[in-house]
């Protein structure tokens, strides 16, 4: 027979990489504030009512500590006019609903929530005239993809980002 070889670190890190991570919907387990969460291993993202996307981001350990982390810290991008409408935001829905489903117990026995269907995707309907936005989760990042219909400027999409000390464009 065939002997299967053993994956190596690198093989490991690329199926990490790419892994799809669902969006759960809020039924009352977070602040009102927020629609949906994906939980990846940089840290969770909320979808918020209104559009925003909010990274809560975990501490590091201290050099050496095993047992503790430092305070963490949140990066919110939001999606600010870039001509004469402003972003209108309507109500993050999810699509694609996978097969997971997830439960959340919290605290008193009447805010634990039934089993919630899970989605891959959360899409923002006419983010700008015309633009809409779909978001996926991975393993450490959010994708964004835009869906721009004919006639439309992508030049109008701009976003603020809160909470970075520095921003770069870079290849990773």
């Known amino acids: 027979g065939a002997t299967r070889a053993t994956p ?11 892994l799809q991570v669902p969006f759960v919907p809020n039924a009352g387990q977070w602040d009102k504030r927020a629609a949906f969460a994906a939980h990846t291993f ?19 350990p201290p050099h050496g500590a095993r047992s503790y982390r430092t305070s963490g810290w949140v990066l919110s991008e939001t999606f600010v006019d870039a001509g004469k409408h402003s972003p209108r935001f309507t109500k993050p829905v999810g699509q694609v609903e996978t097969s997971s489903k ?3 117990l ?12 899970t989605f891959e995707r959360v899409r923002l309907n006419e983010l700008y ?17 835009f869906t721009i219909e004919a006639r439309h400027d992508p030049a109008r ?3 603020r980002v809160d909470g970075a000390k520095k921003l770069s464009i870079g290849n990773g």
Do not use: W
């Not at 190596?8 to 790419?18: C, E, N, R």
């Not at 005239?129 to 993809?145: C, D, S």
């Open 8 to 18: 190596t670190i690198a093989d490991v890190s690329v199926k990490l990489a790419t």
């Open 42 to 60: 940089a840290g969770t993202i909320f979808v918020t009512t209104d559009g925003k996307l909010v990274h809560s981001l975990p501490g590091k």
């Open 102 to 104: 997830t439960s959340f």
């Open 106 to 117: 919290v605290g008193d026995v009447k805010r634990h929530t039934a089993p919630l269907n």
């Open 129 to 145: 005239p015309g633009i809409a936005l779909e978001l996926r989760a991975h393993a450490n990042n959010v994708e964004k993809i």
């Open 157 to 159: 999409i701009q976003l």
